[in-house]
């Protein structure tokens, strides 16, 4: 039974795809860009450098700058990669909840195709797997 079933759907799925029968994958998030994806940082101090080692996609620097911090008062939801920070597990063994919102840092840079606002999390305790949108990490 399950042979017949397999030959008659092998000519299916040559002919139409296996990609038409799945359901499409979710969209990339953009992070960075809105303060609900904001970039997660270690610290303050690495945010700064991350922010300097950004470069266009031609290879070009982003002049830049530290608009300011910024307190969002709903809290943001843990990064998808499921790092939890050494904060949020002292405080699970204290058996406190999540401090209600965070702090933001808003940075501006200024790119060949204008100026891009970026929202980042110092306090997450991790770095971003990858750079932002449009950008690339220099060494």
């Known amino acids: 039974m399950r042979r017949q079933l397999l030959a008659l759907l092998l000519p299916l799925l040559l002919l139409v795809g296996c ?15 809105t303060r609900e994806h904001p970039l997660p940082m270690p610290s303050v101090l690495t945010s700064v450098e991350y922010i300097d080692r950004l470069r266009n ?33 002292f405080r699970a063994w204290l058996g406190m909840e999540r401090t209600p919102g965070t702090i933001l840092d808003r940075y501006e840079l200024h790119t060949p195709h204008g100026t891009i606002t970026l929202w980042v999390n110092p306090y997450a305790g991790h770095y971003p797997d990858e750079p932002p949108q449009n950008f690339i990490l220099a060494p």
């Open 19 to 33: 990609r038409t029968l799945l359901p499409p994958p979710p969209p990339k998030i953009a992070w960075g860009y």
């Open 57 to 89: 996609l031609d290879g070009s620097t982003p002049q830049w700058r530290r608009v300011g911090a910024e307190h969002i008062p709903v809290p943001i939801d843990p990064e998808p990669c499921g790092h939890q920070t050494r904060l949020d597990r």
